[in-house]
């Protein structure tokens, strides 16, 4: 008899997950489909921005991870969940296939939520994919060249100015690294700029990544003043022009460079699914992923609304990872009659690098920050890295980051810039 057939939908974390657990299992016949043919793995992004590691080696691609005719790159398009039919579009032709499937689970990730900050969707940068990173990179250096030969000050300090709209752990680390990268390229390559290089932070909230206790909250905050970061806390963003952030109380940071990670939503792509969704917009499932209401549907990652002993389990990678695993394990149990089981998972600790041999966070209720905290940030992330390769190249990468200056070359890939 032919095996069930589960389309995984989208290739995050816990989409990615919940498919390699289904692949070793040998006891369903598995089709990821994504529109990029490559897991992405987005904590390292920060350090692709800065040239700390190079582009490719925090990409693996699905057939590495997956059986060869277990991928499809594109996207699903349509979705009949009575007939149990899929309408996938092949992204590198023109060609849509009706997949027939047993089940189907949704975990198409999110997109960068803006909002409705008048002019952030159009002028700034999000940070979110491996086109981000390398489009930041370039405009960066871009803009540096552009300032080495401006003869007004002014012009150098907007040319030179890094707003980063959002102080959670991703706003936080890219700052952190973009001071970094700032401090050495001052010291090397753009001396005449050392005095206009500046990163700007601005958080509606009154602190700094809310969700850390209190101790390493403020230590965040005194490694980023220590670094020259311009925080501004408590502050809305009221506008976002091609040259300008208008703050709250009518303050204006003159800038050509702002960088959006204040937030995320569900991906679009759920409206047309005709999938429950709750007023934010993520697909209502129970405590054992199954969708409300759509037989054979499952979700899971920041695309769902997961009930857990918490409250709603976090959009954070180790929560989708473990939600991928429960999710394909659950789907066995519906095919062998058993129960399938809640999703209980509790955080077992958080890390934020803050550039410079730092960081904090707190390890199975063990507070520790500096060198000890990025030390096993890197150490948990690298083991964390799909297939031992990336391993590797990317220990390799932060050796020879150790011993050398680091890059400051562009990688041309069309324009950099938001707007002209």
């Given amino acids: 008899m032919a095996k069930p057939v589960v389309l995984v939908v989208g290739g995050g974390f816990a989409g990615l997950e919940t498919a390699k657990v289904l692949a070793r299992s ?9 529109l990029a043919n490559f897991a992405l793995f987005s904590p390292m992004l920060p350090e692709v921005a800065t040239g700390d590691i190079e582009t490719r080696h925090i990409l693996v ?12 790159q594109g996207r699903v398009i349509h979705i009949d969940h009575e007939r149990r039919l899929a309408q996938v579009e092949t992204a590198v032709m023109p060609r849509i296939d009706e997949i ?25 940068f999000t940070f979110k994919t491996i086109g981000d990173a390398i489009l930041l990179r370039n405009r960066l250096l871009s803009l540096l060249e552009r300032a080495s030969v401006e003869p007004s000050a002014e012009g150098r300090e907007r040319l030179c100015r890094v707003v980063i709209v959002g102080a959670g752990f991703s706003g936080v680390e890219l700052a952190a690294s973009l001071a970094d990268f700032f401090h050495h390229a001052a010291k090397k390559q753009y001396p005449e700029l050392k005095h206009y290089l500046r990163i700007a932070v601005v958080e509606m909230m009154n602190e700094v990544t809310p969700m850390l206790p209190d101790t390493l909250r403020r230590a965040v905050r005194q490694r980023l003043l220590s670094g020259g970061v311009d925080l501004r806390l408590g502050v809305k963003v009221n506008a976002v022009t091609a040259d300008e952030v208008v703050l709250g109380g009518e303050t204006v940071l ?24 709750d007023q934010r917009g993520r697909v209502i499932v129970d405590a ?16 769902a609304a997961i009930p857990s002993p918490e409250g709603l389990a976090p959009p954070t990678a180790q929560h989708a ?18 129960p399938p089981q809640p999703f209980t998972y509790r955080t077992k ?31 948990y992330y690298l083991m964390q890295l799909p297939t031992w390769l990336r ?3 990317v220990a390799l990468d932060w050796t020879i980051d150790l011993f050398f200056q680091k890059d400051v070359v562009e990688l041309p890939m069309g324009s950099e810039r938001r707007e002209a």
């Fill in 288 to 303: 054992s992923l199954r969708v409300e209401g759509v037989p054979c549907a499952w979700a899971a990652g920041d695309a």
């Fill in 61 to 72: 691609p699905h057939r590495d991870i997956l059986p060869a005719q277990s991928t499809r």
């Fill in 254 to 277: 003159p800038t050509l460079t702002t960088v959006w990670t204040a937030g995320v939503r569900p991906a679009d792509d759920l409206k047309r699914w005709h999938l429950p969704l």
């Fill in 391 to 393: 391993r590797v190249r």
């Fill in 26 to 34: 040998g006891r369903t016949q598995v089709l990821l489909v994504d």
């Fill in 349 to 379: 600790g958080q890390l934020v690098s803050l550039g410079h041999r730092s960081g904090v966070g707190i390890v199975m209720g063990i507070l520790v920050r500096g060198f000890p905290a990025w030390w096993l940030w890197r150490t």
């Fill in 100 to 124: 027939a499937y047993d089940h189907v689970v949704f975990t198409p990730g999110g997109t960068t939520n803006f909002f409705g900050v008048p002019g952030a969707d159009r002028f700034a």
């Fill in 321 to 338: 990872v473990r939600e991928g695993k429960l999710l394909a394990r659950n789907i066995l149990a519906v095919l062998e009659g058993r």
